[in-house]
């Protein structure tokens, strides 16, 4: 690793944990109401995006709330959901079916995923969690790069990250293999990233 890129990864590291302690401070002091009414329903452009998809051939593509990460699962209630697999503790990540409500075990990263391991399918979309995002669509994720490696893999799938609006920073470092996001949807607003949306 050259000294630019352990630096990088140094400063990921310190902004990730700062993040985290914001994304945990803001969710734990959010009044009832207002947690109750975030990410319970899409804003028009994302619901029109997700209805205009063959919901049969391809599922949306969303995450399990895992802590103080925003629950986007109720907004989803009446669509084909497909949720992230892992089968070991590889780099590897795929999608799997799963029925909302259905069962879910935990997986070898420690997060939820779908107890059935049947066929992996590719979501018409994905609507992915995040530690931080800026407004070109940078994100900066857990740190193990599954989804950036699923990204590379399929480019012409459209990529939301979902995030609390305190995650916001000016600008995500980013590194050649970090995918940038097409929007980013907080519990204020859409944020459109780019023009593939």
């Known amino acids: 690793m050259t000294d630019m890129s352990a630096d990088l990864v140094r400063q990921k590291q310190a902004l990730r944990e700062r993040l985290r302690f914001r994304r945990r401070h803001f969710a734990a002091n959010l009044d009832g109401m207002a947690r109750l009414a975030a990410f319970r329903t899409l804003p028009q452009p994302l619901a029109d995006l997700i209805e205009g998809r063959d919901p049969v051939a391809a599922p949306v593509a969303a995450y399990v709330a895992w802590g103080d990460e925003p629950d986007i699962l109720p907004a989803l209630a009446d669509c084909p959901i497909a949720l992230p697999f892992h089968r070991d503790r590889s780099e590897t990540m795929d999608f799997r079916r799963w029925a ?3 069962a879910l075990a935990k997986g070898p990263w420690g997060t939820h995923q779908p107890a059935d391991e049947g ?4 979501p018409a979309l994905i609507l992915c969690p995040l530690v931080g995002f800026d407004r070109s669509g940078g994100r900066l994720g857990q740190g193990g790069g599954h989804y950036d490696r699923y990204f590379a893999a399929h480019p012409g799938i459209p990529r939301i990250g979902v995030g ?7 600008a995500i470092p980013a590194e050649s293999t970090d995918a940038r996001l097409d929007a980013v949807l907080t519990e204020q607003e859409l944020i459109v990233c780019g023009d593939r949306l």
């Open 164 to 170: 609390w609006s305190v995650q916001e920073v000016d």
């Open 100 to 102: 909302n409500g259905g």
């Open 119 to 122: 066929l992996s399918v590719q």
